[in-house]
């Protein structure tokens, strides 16, 4: 009797087993600056998710063409990686936490230059120089440098936990930004009688504010976030290892030689790589490009262009939709972390990308507002459950030091494939065959898919998670 009565009930149970599954007690056990960076990532994706639903249409109001406004959103790719990749290789030698720093500072100088001038150059150098995404994605050195800190500050295996909730908070950010935004706009052109380009410029407006916000959460990040380089050196020969133990006089010189070199790598701006790390890359880029492409095709901000110029919903109802769509993505990222701790890494990321490639090639069949937004939150769903896994994998596949320039490099080769996709849009939509990005963006998603599959299922972990499971 005493011992039913020590039992937990079925309801203790129950929750136990959501706050493991979910991660959540991955969440409670995280160090406090997991949150502060939770948090600067909320503050970017809600200014990103605001400005992103009006870009496109900004453009539009201020009388410039499709295939000006696909050209925009190309160079601000391209220019973004002669900007932003530099700056993440050096990251970790100049500091995280200043890197973090200067995101804010660049969001907020790219938002004053978009509130005060509607000079097509201008803005565009500003959005190179500055921070402003057109996909509604992260654009900037910014989530490798939190990527690789949180990689740094929680154990192997709470990592994917961390990630998928991670990716929860900017999907849910961009959800509320959108939704902020829509309204806002509406707001302010139906009931105080504003034209939409005054509109959009208090956006942008807030966008700057935003940046100091984020500025303001970097400077609460304590050292730990800094990088800690492991030392390696290397195993002795068996029949030298005597030798070496009873030479206290070798020993001495070898650990103070491996001191200095340890001191001059930190010193370095740049990371070399191992020839696993590089091995790894070569096959992981050239499909990433192919997803980044096909992705650039139909950025967030083309979308919403797309339904605006098809379906001519009022601003809010818009902002509405697509924050709808982010809420959904937001919700389903939640479970990411329970799918991939049964079925592993790879297969999570191909099993629920490859079903959203699937609705992004039938989103231009519907000829209503409520089939296309159907599709589109049917693929929204699945579309970045993918991110968690991904972020896990790489970080579990190289060495600790090599994670926030490897984490850079693809999103370097993500943005590269990005950038070309806009522009292409922009002559198919001036030429009316918008539609045909969605058809070819949807083909080549599914085409990663099934490669990644291929060459990755039987991917060995690194030897630090292996160690940990």
């Known amino acids: ?60 109001a201020l009388g410039h063409s499709d295939t000006r406004i696909g050209l925009f959103m190309t160079l601000t790719l391209l220019g973004e990686v002669f900007t932003s990749f530099p700056l993440t290789l050096c990251a970790d030698a100049l500091g995280r936490r200043r890197m973090l720093m200067l995101g804010g500072v660049m969001m907020a100088g790219a938002g004053l230059v978009f509130a005060e001038t509607g000079n097509y150059w201008l803005l565009l150098t500003a959005a190179i120089l500055g921070v402003i995404s057109p996909s509604g994605n992260e654009i900037g050195p910014f989530r490798a440098v939190e990527e690789a800190t949180l990689s740094q500050l929680v154990p192997p295996e709470t990592r994917t936990d961390i990630f998928a909730w991670y990716i929860v908070a900017g999907t849910t950010a961009t959800a509320c930004g959108s ?122 901000s083309l979308i919403t262009y797309y339904i605006e110029r098809k379906f001519h919903p009022p601003q809010g109802l818009l902002g509405s939709i697509m924050s709808v769509t982010w809420f959904f993505s937001a919700f389903s990222n939640i479970f990411a972390s329970a799918i991939a701790k049964r079925i592993g890494l790879v297969k999570t990321m191909v099993f629920t990308h490859l079903p959203s490639a699937i609705f992004l090639l039938l989103f231009p069949l519907p000829s209503q507002l409520a089939g296309a937004m159907i599709l589109l939150t049917l693929r929204s769903s699945l579309a970045s459950m993918d991110q968690a896994p991904r972020s896990a994998f790489l970080a579990a596949v190289v060495l600790p030091e090599e994670r926030t320039s490897v984490v850079g490099i693809v999103n370097m080769s993500q943005t590269l494939g990005r950038s070309a996709g806009p522009f292409v849009t922009g002559l198919l939509a001036a030429g009316g065959k918008f539609w045909i990005a969605f058809v070819v963006a949807g083909a080549l998603k599914a085409t990663y898919d099934l490669s990644l599959l291929a060459m990755f299922m039987n991917t060995r972990m690194s030897r630090e998670e292996e160690r940990d499971e």
């Not at 309801?11 to 502060?36: K, M, Q």
């Not at 030298?240 to 006089?249: F, K, V």
Request: glycine content about 6%; hydrophobic content about 45%; overall charge neutral.
């Open 179 to 300: 939704l902020a935004c829509g309204w806002f706009v509406q707001y302010l052109t139906s009931h105080l009688g504003w034209d939409t380009i005054r509109a959009y410029r208090v956006v942008f407006l807030a966008y700057a504010c935003l940046g100091i916000v984020k500025f303001c959460i970097a400077l609460c990040l304590s050292d730990k976030c800094e990088v800690i380089r492991s030392v390696q050196v290397a195993e002795p020969e068996e029949d030298e290892a005597e030798p070496l133990l009873n030479d206290t006089r070798g020993s001495s010189e070898i650990a103070r030689g491996e001191q200095r070199r340890q001191a001059k790598d930190t010193k370095s701006p740049f990371v070399k790589m191992s020839k696993h790390t590089i091995l790894v890359l070569l096959k992981l880029l050239p499909l990433f490009a192919v997803d980044s492409f096909s992705s650039g095709l139909v950025p967030f």
């Open 1 to 60: 009797m005493a011992e039913t009565q020590n039992q937990p009930s079925w309801t203790s149970r129950a929750l136990g087993w959501i706050h493991r599954e979910l991660g959540l007690a991955s969440i409670a056990s995280a160090p406090s600056d997991t949150g502060f960076l939770f948090a600067s990532r909320f503050v970017r994706m809600f200014a990103y998710g605001s400005s992103t639903l009006i870009l496109a249409l900004y453009f539009s």
